[in-house]
């Protein structure tokens, strides 16, 4: 079990506040091995195991409990004497869960993480019962610094950039990453995930109907990852395919899949307007392996996954993510995070001038100081354009610059 502490060391400044600590993130990222390793931390800090409660709600065990059973069953395990650390984990599988957590919140001396895989149903339900008392931590799949962590204890860690183009086709959930599995294998195991997410997290839960509809959706977003589009450019494909669907309905299908973290939305930033733009968003996955399970491998999709890997490394980061929309222009991501700034824009290879005072200028045409990156794949990027760092995707990866 290889030891992610960045998170573990960011949810247990925590411990032992009043806090509900609550971990999301899209199924199979890793979220109860962390929550594993915090007991084990805490084991090693000198808590005993009969201070130490946990449950996994996934099982069939609990498929029909009650908020008041779920509330008794916690209550019987608690010490009487001592802070009780307890870890609920897919929490959201328990109707009405979030009484039964903030009544045991607020009776009793414990200490509380818990887990879900739904944004929407997460947020909603705890900020009505547990508004200001708990904080929340999104859990990513791997890094491409931990990739690389994991795949030394299996195998032979190559030049990292050619080491990048690996983490794109294989992804980061850590379950294929426990040992070297064939490139069809491990899509295998990701497929299972992204069906066992859409059936459990958006079908059930919200009684879709109209599963293939929601399919079709799916596999347009995942064919346009990087690119601007609207609810009505997707009905309009779905339409040429003589199918029905309105507007409404794949506004509502992209909410769904956003709740369930299979997709995160980036909205367009005006530069000069300084204000958000509300149309022509674009998506980018939760995993890059989501896209190549679904819909194979292709490499003429790789410049849409290498932004996709820059992205989800800016959200693991803490930085809020949108596109830059300038008068000549996009810039390919503006990310901000408290007072610090980041202009990036991604290319995979430059193949003539012209390309790079395209790229160069859009990044100058910002008047402001804050840093700007020109990130490509060219084993030789490096250097300063007028204030702009060039570098290799995979160097701005592992970098602690930012």
């Not at 299972?192 to 599963?211: L, M």
């Not at 292709?298 to 290498?306: C, G, I, Q, T």
């Not at 395209?358 to 990156?373: C, V």
């Amino acid at each position: 079990m290889i030891f992610r502490e960045n998170y573990v060391k960011n949810i247990m400044a925590f411990t032992d506040t009043p806090f509900v600590k609550v971990l999301t993130g899209v199924r199979r990222c890793g979220k109860s091995t962390i929550m594993q390793m915090i007991m084990d931390e805490l084991r090693k800090k000198g808590i005993s195991d009969e201070r130490i409660v946990s449950y996994r709600f996934d099982s069939m065990e609990y498929e029909d409990m009650t908020a008041k059973q779920l509330y008794e069953m916690i209550k019987s395990k608690l010490s009487d004497t001592e802070r009780t650390y307890l870890f609920l984990d897919e929490v959201q599988e328990i109707s009405s869960w979030e009484k039964a957590v903030n009544s045991i919140n607020t009776d009793f001396d414990v200490d509380i993480y818990v887990t879900g895989s739904n944004s929407r149903m997460m947020s909603s339900e705890i900020s009505t019962y547990l508004t200001g008392r708990y904080v929340t931590f999104r859990i990513f799949t791997l890094s491409f610094e931990e990739y690389l962590t994991f795949k030394k204890q299996y195998g032979e860690v190559e030049d990292i950039h050619k080491e990048l183009v690996n983490y794109i086709k294989y992804g980061g959930f850590p379950a294929i990453h426990l040992r070297e599995y064939p490139l069809d294998n491990a899509y295998t195991i990701v497929r299972d995930i992204y069906n066992s997410t859409i059936f459990s997290d958006i079908v059930r839960r919200n009684q879709v109907r109209k599963v293939d509809q929601l399919e079709r959706v799916v596999k347009f977003v995942f064919d346009n990852v990087g690119k601007t589009f609207s609810a009505k450019s997707i009905s309009d494909y779905i339409k040429s395919e003589h199918r029905t669907i309105d507007n409404e309905t794949v506004y509502n299908y992209l909410e769904k899949l956003e709740s369930a973290y299979i997709l995160h939305r980036c909205s367009r930033y005006d530069v000069r307007g300084k204000e958000l733009l509300k149309t022509q968003e674009k998506f980018y996955l939760a995993d890059s392996s989501f896209k190549y399970s679904v819909l194979g491998y292709n490499d003429r999709s790789v410049a849409a996954m290498l932004e996709n890997v820059v992205c989800l490394e800016l959200l693991r980061r803490g930085y809020e993510v949108c596109i830059g929309k300038t008068p000549n222009g996009e810039i390919d991501f503006i990310a901000t995070r408290q007072n610090d700034k980041l202009y990036i824009q991604i290319t995979k290879e430059i193949k003539s001038e012209k390309t790079e005072k395209r790229e160069y200028d859009r990044l100058l045409e910002i008047g402001d100081n804050y840093p700007k990156y020109l990130l490509t794949t060219d084993d030789f990027a490096g250097g300063n354009y007028q204030g702009i760092k060039t570098m290799h995707i995979a160097d701005f990866l592992l970098s602690n610059e930012y």
